[in-house]
């Protein structure tokens, strides 16, 4: 079971940008693809960001252009940057395998976008 710990996270203007990690505590060279989900309040979960272990990405129409997802599978760690947020992007964000899930899911990090 891999543990998954998201951070960098905060509160930020519109149009501002944010870097979000996501730290394995082991590999995850050997998943087929790594995400970033959200949670908005009084919203179910989505899927955000992806990640495959070609590089390859795939995005949310809501994010694409201004989100970018990245891996470093030396360093165990996922991405997210995030650019021109809007304040509709204020959400818990989490990272997890793809497509298949822990079950157990991290604590993510709050992302807060006011003015």
């Known amino acids: 079971q891999v543990q998954l710990v998201e951070s960098g996270g905060g509160l930020v203007q519109p149009g501002g940008s944010l870097r979000l990690s996501c730290a394995a505590s082991g590999s995850i060279f050997s998943f087929l693809a790594m995400a970033w989900y959200r949670q908005g309040p009084g919203k179910q979960r989505e899927l955000v960001a992806t990640?495959?272990?070609?590089?390859?990405?795939s995005y949310a129409d809501s994010v694409k252009g201004r989100f970018t997802i990245s891996r470093d599978n030396t360093k165990n760690t996922v991405y997210l940057q995030m650019n021109s947020l809007k304040p509709e992007d204020t959400a818990v964000y989490y990272c997890?395998?793809?497509?298949?899930?822990?079950?157990?899911w991290g604590q993510g990090t709050q992302v807060t976008v006011s003015s």
């Open positions: 997890n395998r793809h497509p298949n899930p822990f079950a157990s």
């Open positions: 990640i495959f272990k070609d590089r390859t990405t």
